[in-house]
T-cell receptor
Framework: DAGVIQSPRHEVTEMGQEVTLRCKPI?????LFWYRQTMMRGLELLIY????????DSGMPEDRFSAKMPNASFSTLKIQPSEPRDSAVYFC?????????????FGSGTQLSVL | GQQVMQIPQYQHVQEGEDFTTYCNSS?????IQWYKQRPGGHPVFLIQ?????EVKKQKRLTFQFGEAKKNSSLHITATQTTDVGTYFC??????????FGKGTKLSVKP
């Protein structure tokens, strides 16, 4: 099993640019989560999908953030325009059930630096 | 909003010493999970506790869930350098949100 695959691993961009982060969940998993990790705030849930449908996006910081899941094997998190305070590690995770207390499988993360 | 408090934030131990991290919630949790994140890595699931007073062991690691299901602990006996990393608890609150603690960063001096 390849696990959750995220790309890119590192992204360095300038303020104002559009950033797109990508995630491929584990095959057969039907829940997908986007988390952001910073020293100050720890792991924060941004949004999660069940069967490709966004269920809870209350953690999305503001309108500059958007996420899509066009099919069961692919999701994107877009930031437009990016700002320095968006610098963080962004993790994608998937689970095999809709149960919110289920085990999460995390990808390797995208380290985002906005200059 | 709902918070899961985790202490201590950092712990430095000599190899061979024991280590404990604690997780506390103000409300009753449906279950609690523990994850380990190695430096530069991603969180990896360790275990899930569901029952009141539950105790589970994985080799040198012992996990406990409090009787009131509001607190949990992870204890490592005789730490090794391979135990280095940040340990997170994540509590499932009654409204269905999984809340992560901020983690305890463990460093082990050989």
């Amino acid at each position: 099993d390849a696990g959750v695959i995220q790309s890119p691993r590192h992204e360095v961009t300038e303020m104002g640019q559009e950033v797109t982060l990508r995630c491929k969940p584990i095959s057969g998993h039907n829940s997908l989560f986007w988390y952001r990790q910073t020293m100050m705030r720890g792991l924060e849930l941004l949004i999660y999908f069940n069967n490709n449908v966004p269920i809870d996006d209350s953690g999305m910081p503001e309108d500059r953030f958007s996420a899509k899941m066009p099919n069961a094997s692919f999701s994107t998190l877009k930031i437009q325009p990016s700002e320095p305070r968006d610098s963080a590690v962004y993790f994608c995770a998937s689970s095999s059930t809709f149960y919110r207390g289920a085990k999460l499988f995390f990808g390797s993360g995208t380290q985002l630096s906005v200059l | 909003g709902q918070q899961v408090m985790q202490i201590p934030q950092y712990q430095h131990v000599q190899e061979g010493e024991d280590f404990t991290t604690y997780c506390n919630s103000s409300t009753t949790l449906s279950n609690i999970q523990w994850y380990k994140q190695r430096p530069g890595g991603h969180p990896v699931f360790l275990i899930q506790l569901v029952k009141s007073g539950e105790v589970k062991k994985q080799k040198r690691l012992t996990f406990q869930f409090g009787e009131a299901k509001k607190n949990s602990s992870l204890h490592i006996t005789a730490t090794q350098t391979t135990d280095v990393g940040t340990y997170f608890c994540a509590g499932l609150e009654s409204q269905g949100n999984l809340i992560f603690g901020k983690g305890t960063k463990l460093s082990v001096k050989p």
